[in-house]
């Protein structure tokens, strides 16, 4: 099932996507929340009728840097020998079709396509074959860096923390499974010409491995969102650049960088 939040009329819903053909696609408003057991309501509105918004409101998006080998080589570093994890902040997701505004204090704005995984229920210390259990689905997520700023200051808050710094959608995915989210291609565009591609068989660690990892910390909470790295390709973003991130079996997220206004 294809899970999406959006907005029309003025009121916020989830509902899950039916129909293929990208103009035919309707969606069924979902009865109360998606980590919970829910209804369809039946009531369906056309796709092109709805505002999508990120598929999710996550309290935290924790992501893991260096996770594939090619992409950590192509900028001069290692696979560290722990994962990197590193927080983007709430504030820094915005949805599909949303506008990026290139930040005033970089000069070097960079694509990074990733698989989001999203959580779906409270979970802490969460034991590899139980990891299954603990998401929700998956979406395409873009961590925008600001690569210059990265350089230059040793934590990366505001070089991948910034406003609209993590593009989410377009909708959640729910009927992958974990082997299956293991392998998938994942592509980045921009104007239409390749960048990226690769697949997430290429991760150094594996989903269970991050999301083991990472609760042995912290408690993720439903919403909460894990990406899982980048594949090589990364590059420069400029005004007027529409990106894409298109994953496997899940879809297409676009955004358009657009200069501070
Ligand atoms: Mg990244």
Redo the contacts with the bound molecule.
């Keep these: 099932m294809r899970i999406a939040r959006f907005s029309i009329d003025g009121n916020v819903a989830f509902g899950a996507i039916e129909g293929q053909a990208p103009d035919d696609l309707v969606i069924d408003i979902i009865k109360g929340i998606p980590f919970a057991d829910f209804e369809l309501s039946g009531t369906k509105v056309p796709l092109n009728k709805v505002r999508l918004l990120p598929p999710v409101l996550p309290s935290k998006v924790v ?1 893991i ?1 260096r996770n594939y080998a090619e992409h950590a080589a192509e900028l001069g570093n290692e696979v560290p020998e722990v994962p990197v994890a590193f927080f983007k902040p709430s504030t820094s997701v915005t949805g599909p079709g949303d506008p990026i505004t290139y930040p005033s204090f970089s000069e070097e704005l960079h694509h ?1 396509a ?1 698989l989001a995984v999203v959580i779906g229920r409270m979970c802490r210390d969460v034991p590899r074959d139980r990891v299954k259990d603990v998401i929700l689905g998956f979406t395409c997520a873009n ?1 925008i860096t600001a690569r210059d700023v990265q350089r230059r200051e040793k934590q990366w808050a505001r070089a991948k923390g910034f406003d609209g710094a993590c593009p989410l959608g377009p909708w959640v995915e729910t009927g992958i499974d974990l082997a299956t989210a293991n392998d998938l291609a994942i592509q980045c565009t921009v104007n239409g010409e390749q960048r990226q591609l690769g697949r997430t068989s290429e991760m150094v660690r594996p989903i269970e491995d991050l999301i083991v990892h990472l609760t042995e910390a912290m408690t993720l909470l439903p919403g909460d969102v894990v ?1 899982t ?2 594949p090589a390709g990364v590059g420069p973003l400029n005004v007027g650049d529409e990106v894409a991130v298109s994953i496997e079996g899940i879809g297409t997220l676009t955004n358009k960088v657009i200069t501070r206004g």
Excluded: K, P, R
């Design positions: 992501a840097g990074e990733e961590d990406l790295g980048t």
